[in-house]
T-cell receptor
Framework: QKEVEQNSGPLSVPEGAIASLNCTYS??????FFWYRQYSGKSPELIMF????GDKEDGRFTAQLNKASQYVSLLIRDSQPSDSATYLC????????????FGAGTRLAVHP | EAQVTQNPRYLITVTGKKLTVTCSQN?????MSWYRQDPGLGLRQIYY???????DKGDVPEGYKVSRKEKRNFPLILESPSPNQTSLYFC??????????????FGNGTRLTVT
């Protein structure tokens, strides 16, 4: 079982819709959770992070964390074609903050 | 501008020819790390450094070396590159002041092809 799992996609949504991206992790002791966006051929850029159960909102983005179910999600409201990218979920596991463990990413395609 | 700078951006080399990919950050970060990214496998950590002269292996260290003689620089060395090291490489840094809440800041990447 991979430490951080994401559906590879592509997830296709129409412009203006809500895109829902999901991530599960295997280490129950994981401490905090990050969402990065990566455009093709570019470096990952941080969208937001969450460490407490519940929701965290930042503009059009909402991260949701459920530690009991070992599940973290990212909602993108009012999706735009410029949101089309690969979204990477990353986790600091119980092994320490010397390694951020990444999922393989979900490709999101927002079509006009 | 706060940034992590990697060089070169693109590199094509032949099997066995030693190469170095440089990484430099101007944010005075203690922590630096190298990742490789391959399709379907995501980002995998090669080596990391918690501070000057302190380095340790990540998940895929075979065939790589690193050094941390200065806080700002963390070069990645391939002594004898092989085709399975063809990949997209990222250097990243963090101040770790927030510990588990400290995000990584990534360089622009180096696309390496070994023939």
């Amino acid at each position: 079982q991979k430490e951080v799992e994401q559906n590879s996609g592509p997830l296709s949504v129409p412009e203006g819709a809500i895109a829902s991206l999901n991530c599960t992790y295997s280490d129950r002791g994981s401490q905090s959770f990050f969402w990065y966006r990566q455009y093709s051929g570019k470096s990952p850029e941080l969208i937001m992070f969450i460490y407490s159960n519940g929701d965290k909102e930042d503009g059009r983005f909402t991260a949701q964390l459920n530690k009991a179910s070992q599940y973290v999600s990212l909602l993108i409201r009012d999706s735009q074609p410029s949101d089309s990218a690969t979204y990477l979920c990353a986790v600091y596991g119980s092994g320490g903050y010397n390694k951020l463990i990444f999922g393989a990413g979900t490709r999101l395609a927002v079509h006009p | 501008e706060a940034q992590v700078t990697q060089n070169p951006r693109y590199l094509i080399t032949v099997t066995g020819k030693k190469l170095t990919v440089t990484c430099s950050q101007n944010m005075n970060h203690e922590y630096m790390s190298w990742y490789r990214q391959d399709p379907g496998l995501g980002l995998r950590q090669i080596y990391y450094s918690m501070n000057v002269e302190v380095t340790d292996k990540g998940d895929v260290p075979e065939g790589y070396k690193v050094s941390r003689k200065e806080k700002r620089n963390f070069p990645l060395i391939l002594e004898s590159p092989s085709p399975n090291q063809t990949s997209l490489y990222f250097c990243a840094s963090s101040d770790l002041k927030g510990m588990y809440n400290s995000p990584l800041h990534f360089g622009n990447g180096t696309r390496l092809t070994v023939t």
